[in-house]
């Protein structure tokens, strides 16, 4: 087969189509033909040498992907040779055939074509576990996304209206943020203009959020616990802004307030298991519904996956950018 490979750390010209090993699922595993796959991130800290994929698993980059089941590992029930599935992986997205544990296999949503399924999986798990099983976004209560035009921005606008929560988001652009808009979004702060802690209060009237999702780590630190509300939660994603921050702790207690960091790549099989079980009792029914839909905002060929990054970085997308496996 063929698959992106990083031939050393460094910029998108780092990734390179080339011929890799074939990979043999094990026990509890299936192989999947992948029809598409998305770029994430965590992709980009991988290619650049600060993600590198636990011990064990695939060295090519790729979360999540879309395609067919081509064959069983020992062990596995529930699933058939030919099955049209989703799945989040470890790593070996971006690639033609990639062996997935049965736990993290998901059906391929009626209503939603292969393709676009593969803007689900690491999104929708994402952003269900963080604000619903971690966070307990409550029907009521208001969510802040930063980033809400990227592709954890759009599902999470989209998962907390449909139970009733209201929203606010952070985007860079009127444009972005009219994007945010259609999804649902109640409070849109342009983050190049206006100061998001003074915005939030003014639509809440000073009550603050009660739950924040945040990407930018250590340079919102400070602000974001300015936002929340009493008893408000903060969970912290991604670390665009910065790893190291102060935290005023008086502050913390004042509101009774809760800060908490994830990482779902790393987690044990079991527990990647239980929140892809969640997603598709909770989620799958919305999606097939049409009450959530994938936002995907182009399409390239997985040997392209150079200029994919870059499209990522430069930030002018919104959703999701899928690569198709030739």
Known sequence: MHAITITEPGGPEALVWAEAPDPVPGEGEVLVEVVASAVNRADVLQRQGFYNPPPGSSP????ECSGRITALGPGVSGWSVGDEVCALLVGGGYAQRVVVPAGQLLPVPKGVDPVTAAALPEV???VWSNIFMIAHLRPGETLLVHGGASGIG???IQLAK?????????????????????LGADVLIDYRTQDFVEELHRATDGAGA?????IMGAKYLERNI???AVSGRLVVIGLQGGVKGELNLGALLAKRAAVMATTLRARPLEEKAAIVAAVREHVWPLVEAGTVRPVVDRTLPMPEAAEAHRVLESGG??????????
């Open 60 to 63: 090519h980059p790729g979360l």
């Open 124 to 126: 929708v798990c994402t």
């Open 154 to 156: 759009t599902m999470a």
């Open 162 to 182: 449909a139970v009733g929560a209201k929203v606010a988001v952070t985007a860079g652009g009127p444009e972005k943020l009219a994007r945010c808009a259609e």
């Open 210 to 214: 009660d739950v924040i999702l945040d």
């Open 226 to 228: 300015q936002a929340l």
């Open 317 to 326: 997308h919104v959703g999701k950018i899928l690569l198709l496996a030739p």
